[in-house]
């Protein structure tokens, strides 16, 4: 199997077994009646290969998948993840018996061709606003079951993790506000609550910019904003000397993040790169050995 797990796998995806175990259940169901036609003792060798560029991700996924169902199967990576790999590229031989290969071919390259193509999407953005010094954040904007997975695979492509859940940051939108009755007092109490957890605020005008950069929470977050209100925000925030990161967000695209990012933002928050999610287009495919 693949060799050892990647240190941005051990911290986001402690569920994976149970990740790869609850697909095999959703497709194997009480058992695989069409692997059942080839001979049990029948082995094979099977190639995966890739039919565009991208940025591979997920081989640990792959790899226990084929794990779960015979630990005698034999995967060989030519490439691991966050490597760029190219249109007609071999990605993995996989050496054992057809009838579990057969079997878990279809999880195997789900998780595969997901996780790259999440991978492919954040890389993509991260090359766009190279140079500027900007970060790209993911939002929670995932598939339901799989938010570790995504996030370690946007990691792989190059972008960096916002937040993982509603555990890890305090983020006051347009409802914490209305419900706490201010800007101002919706960050106290975050503070007051959730000692030592980052404190994010959204705001939507240059008014209450001014407000929440009062109120000093960690990072702000400029929902929405003009290209020319980023630019003021930003220049704003630097006059005040003071320490607080500024966020863009909302109608991030391919076409306009490189604008956004030369306004002088720290970070971007993209939805897309887990949301719009184009799965990598792969091929498997198996030659009888024995």
């Not at 049990?40 to 081989?59: K, P, S």
């Not at 959204?202 to 630019?231: C, K, N, Q, W, Y």
Request: proline share 3%.
């Amino acid at each position: 199997m693949h060799g050892g797990r990647d240190s941005r796998l051990a911290i986001l995806t402690p569920d994976l077994d149970a990740q790869v175990a609850a697909a095999l259940r959703e497709d194997v169901g009480s058992g695989d009646v069409t692997a059942a036609l080839v001979p049990e003792d029948q082995h094979v060798e099977a190639r995966v290969i890739t039919r565009e560029d991208a940025v591979l991700c997920g081989t640990a996924w792959f790899d226990a998948v084929f794990r779960a169902l015979d630990r005698d199967i034999r995967v060989t990576w030519s490439a691991a993840d966050g490597e760029r790999i190219a249109q007609g590229a071999g990605l993995c031989r996989v050496e054992g018996r057809a009838r579990p290969i057969l079997t878990g071919e279809r999880t195997a390259l789900n998780f595969l061709q997901t996780l790259s193509g999440t991978a492919t999407a954040a890389r993509r953005y991260v090359d766009a606003v190279e140079g500027t010094g900007c970060t790209i954040l993911d939002t929670r904007k995932t598939l339901p079951g799989l938010r570790l997975a995504q996030k370690y695979a946007v990691r792989c492509g190059g972008a960096q993790n916002h937040r993982l859940g509603l555990h890890d940051r305090v983020l006051i939108k347009e409802n914490h506000i209305a419900a706490a009755g201010s800007i101002t007092a919706a960050i106290a109490a975050g503070r007051r609550l959730s000692p030592g957890v980052p404190v994010e605020v959204e705001v939507e005008t240059l008014g209450e910019l001014g407000e929440a950069l009062t109120a000093l929470p960690d990072v702000i977050m400029l929902d929405e904003f003009s290209h020319a209100d980023l630019r003021a925000a930003v220049a704003r925030n630097r006059a005040l000397g003071q320490p607080v990161k500024l966020e863009a967000s909302g109608s991030v695209s391919l076409e306009t993040i490189r604008a956004i990012a030369e306004t002088g933002v720290d970070y971007i928050s993209v939805g897309a790169i887990t949301k719009h999610l184009h799965a990598l287009d792969l091929s498997m495919r198996v030659t009888v050995t024995s």
